[in-house]
């Protein structure tokens, strides 16, 4: 059992942190609007648009002078490092603050300094209950940013940090989880899922555009099976399904064939992600799915659904 407290900042635009929250809940089963979250789960940051650094805990004090004693008890370190405060919303603290508290405790720490090529990165982190702070620093990186320049793309599809999000509401824990997307579009969805490695494959009824699907993910250097395929067709069970619903001009469906998808999805996956652009609880609960948590994201006047259905 992992018995160390790891501590994440986030931040998220306005219209998005609904998103951001329901990415919480799926991945530690709480949220908090406090710009940070303490757990024992530990999570890669870089799987989260939203989670900006993690901090496994080393050392915690109710006091700056207790968090520098608990230090002083810390065995020596043979690798190189480097100290950095972690800023949030909850405490204010002035660059030279910042500086000034990284220096004391550099100072306190066995070890070797590098402020410019260090082997290991601490992170202290003030609290706003008084709460000092150090521990193994580790930085998100954007990934989803990077698939924002894939070859093809349509106006239309999800965003690649909403749809980074969804990926991580759907699998939050990859091990021995299989995923299909049955309404794979350009892929979107695809190449966010197989950069965190989980385990996917993708399908859609219009043979146009599978031709791009299929590059977009080449182009990143991933590789899944993505099948010209009616999702009413699937016959394979999976763990959970993504479903971002049709809803441009040329795929407009009606409320009967959104009912007749979301039963063939019931049949073949045991929980469902499904984004929406339209109100469907009334279609959802007659397909026989249970919503158990949900999202809005919205861009200026446009709104989007998330909910989690089993």
Known sequence: MNETNYFYTFSGYEGERSLMYLEMRSFFGCDSQTGFLESRVKIDPSRSPFMKERISVL???TSFDDLLKE??????????????????????????ERRAIEKE????????????????????????????????????????????QKPHSYSTALNTRVARAV??????NPEGIKAID???????????????????????????????TRENIAHFGYACEVKLRDMLDITNHYDVAIIDLPYNL?????????????????????????????????????????????????????????????
């Not at 990926?167 to 939050?172: E, G, L, Q, R, W």
Request: aromatic share 6%; proline share 5%; net charge negative.
């Open 59 to 61: 050392s915690e004090g």
């Open 71 to 96: 230090i002083g008890l810390l065995p020596a370190f043979e690798e190189s490092f480097k100290v950095k405060y972690v800023k949030h919303a909850g405490v204010a603290k002035t660059s030279e």
């Open 105 to 148: 405790i550099g100072l306190r720490i066995n070890g070797r300094a590098d402020l410019h090529d260090p082997d290991r990165i601490f992170g202290v982190l003030n609290l706003p209950d008084g709460r000092w702070i150090l521990g193994d620093y580790v930085k998100s990186e954007p990934i989803w940013h990077h698939h924002q």
């Open 167 to 172: 990926v991580n509401i759907a699998v939050p």
């Open 182 to 212: 049955p309404c794979c579009g350009i892929g979107t969805v695809l190449v966010e899922a197989l950069s965190m490695g989980i385990d996917i494959v993708g399908s859609d009824r219009n043979p146009l555009v599978l031709g791009g």
């Open 250 to 310: 040329c795929s407009v469906i009606s409320p009967d064939q959104q009912l007749k998808m979301l039963q063939s999805a019931r049949q073949f996956a045991e929980k469902a992600v499904i984004v929406t652009v339209e109100p469907i609880d009334n279609i959802i609960m007659q397909a026989e799915f249970t919503i158990v948590d949900r999202a809005v994201v919205t861009k200026g006047s446009f709104i989007r659904e998330v909910i989690v259905c089993k």
